[in-house]
């Protein structure tokens, strides 16, 4: 049942009509906030981070204090049992989610966790710009003590690792994701220890410095060749690339590296499937959770136009001009060299969102369980940067040579724990789904024939239509018939990874 077919019933009891109103009114300042968010990390200049953590917090307490308000929990407690269509329900279920997560936290702490978060952001990156561990620490120890007050407000009763991790994936368990990791510990470095004694070198095609505008001009030429609705998006540059948006309005945002042109465009293409995701949410089920995202869901569609479609071959032998006309120097490329380019395995990366299919989910993993000890106290906050050192041995064998490099690497330290699980997650469905699509059309002809709108309305079909309509693990076995398994990317990587290194 789609969430843009369900009835929504107008003649529904008060006490809907009026929790609906204050839900709305709620997400649309949580909106708001992500807005100035995408400001403070794109546009504004350095000198507005004071004036901006200030509006961002009040922002966060105005919004929380509208949602706890008891007026809320009594129109919740009205609607138990109430005669509700299977769409209201939906909403109702998702909305008592929030409210019982959300009522017995203080909105001092509310705020306090927004200023502190908001704040932190321009000192983690003037940290990472400086190599600077040290002057960015008593923000994460501050952030970390925070965030765990919350948890223990929350559910006493839980650990506050496991709240914080059921704040982000709800209905995904924390044992089904350690079962995922476990079987990606088994079966991935068995792979990428395969491809080093392998001795098949892959192209690196990519050997000059390319200008910004450039390769922003590819990015650009990139959006617009796999469809982009620029009517509600945009592309702009930020420190670390991100999405922000609604079905209105989604914004996706890149970074350059002057001899890696490679490094923005997967980026972009990895945005845009966040971008589709928001865009495809229905338009008339707006401010409620039947036109909100799922978290988990999210990065399953980044994931797949990142991987399955912008890293293909067909892809690469229709875009291929597009690179050819924008990067000066590149007339001598080739399919198959852009092609190799984009899939080779580089155990020897620093840096997660540069990395690989394979290597990329021991990034996961090391900052997962760096995060958990964190959290539970078992490392002090001084002992990250060396841990993280020593599990990049470890897991990769590489150790970085900067805290710039390593810990310091990524933005999301100021702003959630227990959430990196999202990324491995988003990969495992985008893999199951791609094999779910591939059943009812050829994606590869459609590609090749540039024609990505039949695959872009199957998603909008199967996953973005449903808002929240469904639960996390029902959305996936609803589009793919199956329950979520890592055993399509398994698959998928084995039979990918194994042609191209001649296994």
Same mark, same amino acid.
């Given at each position: ?318 875009? +291929? ?162 329950? +979520? ?19």
């Amino acid at each position: 049942m789609s969430a843009q077919d369900a009835d929504m019933n107008s003649d529904g009891p008060d006490a809907y009509e009026a929790l609906i109103e204050r839900y709305r009114r709620v997400l649309n300042l949580g909106y708001s906030s992500m807005y100035l968010n995408w400001d403070q990390q794109v546009m504004m200049p350095e000198g507005g981070a004071p004036a901006r953590a200030q509006q961002l917090s009040a922002l966060s307490a105005t919004r929380h204090e509208l949602f706890v308000d008891p007026e809320v929990g009594e129109w919740l407690n009205q609607l138990e049992g109430a005669d509700l269509t299977d769409a209201q329900q939906a909403n109702v279920r998702e909305i008592r989610r929030e409210y019982e997560r959300a009522a017995n936290v203080p909105s001092e702490l509310v705020e306090a966790i927004a200023q502190t978060a908001s704040e932190s952001q321009q000192i983690w990156q003037d940290a990472k710009a400086n190599d600077d561990f040290d002057a960015f620490a008593p923000r994460l120890e501050k952030l970390r003590d925070l965030t765990v007050e919350r948890a223990q407000h929350i559910d006493p009763s839980t650990e506050p690792y496991v709240v914080m991790y059921e704040d982000n994936h709800p209905y995904i368990s924390l044992d089904t994701m350690e079962d995922i990791f476990g079987t990606l510990r088994e079966e991935l470095p068995k792979l990428v220890d395969e491809i080093r004694k392998s001795g098949v070198e892959l192209a690196t095609p990519f050997d000059d410095e390319y200008p910004d505008e450039e390769q922003r001009a590819l990015c650009e030429a990139a959006l617009d060749f796999i469809g982009y609705d620029r009517s509600r998006g945009r592309l702009d540059t930020a420190p670390h690339p991100f999405m922000t948006g609604t079905q209105f309005d989604a914004r996706v945002t890149t970074r350059f590296k002057r001899s890696d042109p490679m490094d923005a465009l997967t980026a972009t293409i990895h945005e845009f499937g966040h971008a589709t995701y928001q865009l495809g949410l229905p338009k008339d089920h707006y401010g409620t959770p039947l036109g909100s995202s799922q978290g988990s869901i999210h990065e399953s569609q980044s994931r797949f136009w990142e991987n399955h479609i912008g890293r293909s071959r067909p892809f690469w032998e229709v875009f +291929l001009p597009h690179v050819q006309e924008h990067l000066s120097g590149t007339d001598s490329l080739t399919v198959d060299s852009c092609f190799e380019a984009a899939n080779r395995v580089r155990p020897e990366n620093l840096i997660r969102v540069e990395a690989d299919e394979l290597t990329y989910h021991m990034h996961i993993i090391l900052r997962c369980e760096i995060d958990r000890a964190f959290v539970e106290g078992e490392i002090e906050v001084d002992e990250i940067p060396a841990l993280w050192n020593e599990k990049m041995e470890d897991y990769l064998g590489v150790t970085p040579d900067t805290d710039t490099q390593g810990c310091l690497q990524d933005i999301h330290w100021t702003s959630r724990y227990a959430a990196f699980q999202t990324y491995t997650l988003g990969s495992m469905a985008a893999a199951q789904l791609d094999a779910a699509i591939r059943r009812e059309l050829d994606v590869d002809a459609l590609v090749r024939e540039e024609k990505f709108e039949p695959i872009l309305n199957w998603m909008i079909e199967n996953v973005h239509s449903h808002g929240q309509f469904y639960r996390t693990p029902e959305l996936i076995e609803q589009a793919t018939g199956e329950p +979520l398994t890592a055993q399509y990317y398994i698959d998928y990587v084995r039979d990918k990874f194994e042609r191209l290194y001649d296994l």
